[in-house]
């Protein structure tokens, strides 16, 4: 019976326990055969076997750990490609299946770097893409967004799919990432059972297809947690700044990463007890090479060019602590992103980790998760992708769990430890296919064509404000129009928690003031303001422009109303 060894911390060391195994396997075949020569009994395929230890065990050790390996890594290479495939189903198609806000912001961003020294582009779209890409905020460095112009050039046109396929492949990167880590302390079906949960994990295949620096920051996260795995156990100074270089560049991609990073590594070291950590060179040179980028690019932003100043308002609110309605809807997203068993298998692989740096690194990692929580308390509970890096921290909990699974297993366990991979890999197969499900279901092509009809209708140099989808950015990608955006009625409510007050009358008059037009293609959106809405049908004239679109005339106000 094949058992597989214990996870160790070093490739020679695991080579050394498969080689005693079989070492000792070779001696016996050995014994057994001079005894039956002794005794006169036929022994031709014991004298193979005689042969090949005459020749040399460590020679059939060798072999026989090579082949091993090769397997398992073709085991890995085939889920590595599975996820491809499944991430790369109808790329082509428009990126709203995913915080469409998100992806837009970029791809105007985008838009705006490429055209400006693209051939045979129209002036006005030239201008136009320029003012619309300056008005986008800038938080994080554009870093996807100048690997998206890179990828424009290269293939001589503006196409969105390409930085999503780039975000595919760090994700992919980040699997592999996942899977290392996991071998780092978990035997090989373990690490196997966290590498296929991130890749199948429907959530994360939704997310890891999206233009936004998040796939990317996942990524680098996950690398970081396996060089801080390294470090921990060598104490190497490679090791040491391959730590910081990954944590430094995880942050430098997205500040919050600052929340994976950092408690993981204090956990990690705490754990393994490391001397005298507050002296230590290697220590300071790594959180100096994870902090000096990030620490770098926001002096910058704030007192130099001075933009992060107006990005950084209505995101602190530590009223919301003591409000249970907040962790109510912080859970709720979490439950409509992951799934409530998907957030149970992380938490019970979280308390399943061995005791040291598994255990040391993956609590770190949540308590920064639930540090984020706090610090960013409206995010949290409203954008569901900062909870992204979740998806290997399930991975990671998974495997642990699976340890103990295969670790536990009945007699025949050869028979059973199949029955249990054909069992995983079925679940996996499952939730692999309901994402794809998910992805066929909805042909968002057409919102092009709807947006580039209603322009053409208004005319490209129209004044338009309205409450549209995703602040307006639909119209200003595909439609080229960039309208003044009314504030959703949630957004009303969480001015007003920052102390803000409203006259809407006036606020109204403010916003239409030289506009020709008031567009709604979110009219339940404006039955959320019942106030607004008959101003609007007291005051102007309206008409159907499509499906849920209407359009207010605001230079032909109805008889009696003052324009």
């Known amino acids: 019976m094949v058992r597989w060894p214990k996870a160790a911390t070093h490739p020679t060391q695991k080579s050394a326990q498969i080689g005693v195994a079989m070492t000792h396997r070779a001696d016996v075949v050995a014994v057994r055969l001079r005894r039956r020569r002794r005794n006169g009994l036929k022994s031709t395929g014991y004298a193979l076997l005689l042969h090949l230890h005459s020749i040399s065990p460590r020679v059939m050790v060798t072999r026989a750990s090579w082949l091993r390996r090769a397997a398992l890594w073709a085991v890995v290479a085939a889920l590595l490609a599975a996820g491809l495939a499944l991430r790369f189903y109808d790329l082509d198609d428009l990126p709203l299946d995913f915080h469409p806000t998100r992806q837009l912001h970029s791809m105007l961003m ?4 490429y055209l400006a020294q693209a051939p045979d582009v129209p002036d006005w779209q030239r201008e136009r893409s320029g003012q619309q890409a300056r008005a986008e905020g800038v938080i994080e460095p554009p870093i996807m967004e100048g690997l998206a112009v ?19 492949l760090f994700w992919t990167a980040g699997a592999l990432g996942v899977y290392l880590l996991a071998r780092e302390f978990f035997a090989p079906p373990a690490a196997l ?33 396996w060089a801080c795995a390294r470090w921990t156990h060598s104490r190497s100074w490679r090791a040491a700044l391959a730590a910081g270089l990954l944590g430094g560049a995880a942050l430098l991609v997205k500040g919050t990463a600052l929340f994976w990073v950092a408690p993981a590594y204090l956990g990690a070291l705490l754990a393994v007890r490391y001397p005298r950590l507050l002296r230590s060179p290697q220590v300071w040179a790594a959180a100096g090479l994870a902090v000096l980028p990030y620490a770098l690019y926001s002096l910058w932003g704030w007192f130099g060019a001075g933009f992060l100043q107006q990005q950084m308002g209505m995101r602190f609110f530590p009223q919301y602590w003591l409000d249970p309605v907040f962790y109510l809807r912080w859970f709720n997203l979490l439950d409509g992103a992951f799934g409530l068993p998907a957030l149970a298998l992380g938490l019970l692989g979280a308390l399943s980790l061995p005791a040291g740096r598994a255990r040391g690194l993956g609590w770190g990692a949540w308590a920064g998760y639930l540090l984020m929580g706090l610090a960013l308390s409206h995010h949290v509970g409203t ?11 399930i991975a990671f909990g998974a495997a642990a769990l699976a340890q103990v699974l295969f670790a536990s297993l009945p007699a025949p366990r050869r028979l059973t430890g199949a029955l249990v991979g054909l069992t995983l890999l079925a679940a996996l197969v499952m939730l692999g296919y309901q994402a794809r499900t998910v992805l066929k279901r909805t042909d968002y092509r057409p919102q092009a064509a709807f947006w580039h009809s209603l322009t053409q209708r208004l005319g490209v140099n129209a004044s338009v404000v309205g409450i549209t989808e995703d602040y307006g950015a639909r119209m200003a990608y595909w439609g080229w129009i960039t309208p003044a955006n009314w504030l959703t009625a949630a957004e009303f409510d969480l001015r007003r928690l920052t102390g803000d007050s409203f006259d809407l009358p006036a606020l109204f008059d403010s916003m239409t003031a030289g506009k020709q037009v008031f567009l709604v293609t979110l009219p339940e959106e404006l039955d959320r303001q019942p106030e607004l809405k008959a101003l609007l049908d007291a005051r102007y004239p309206v008409e159907a422009c499509g499906e849920h679109c209407l359009l207010y005339d605001l230079q032909n106000p109805l008889p009696g ?3």
Not at 110 to 113: E, P, Y
Not at 150 to 165: I, K, N, T, V
Not at 193 to 219: E, H, I, K, N, W
Not at 383 to 391: E, G, Q
């Open 110 to 113: 985008a838009r705006g770097l």
């Open 150 to 168: 890179a990828l424009y050039r290269l293939a001589g046109a503006e196409q969105p799919s390409l930085p999503r396929a780039a975000s595919v």
């Open 193 to 225: 059972t966290a590498l296929g949960v991130m890749l199948v994990l429907p959530y994360g295949v939704y997310a890891s297809r999206s233009f936004q620096p998040d796939p990317l920051m996942t990524a680098l996260i996950v690398w970081s947690w």
């Open 383 to 393: 954008h569901d992708y900062y909870s992204l890096p979740l998806v290997p921290l």
């Open 561 to 563: 109303e003052l324009p």
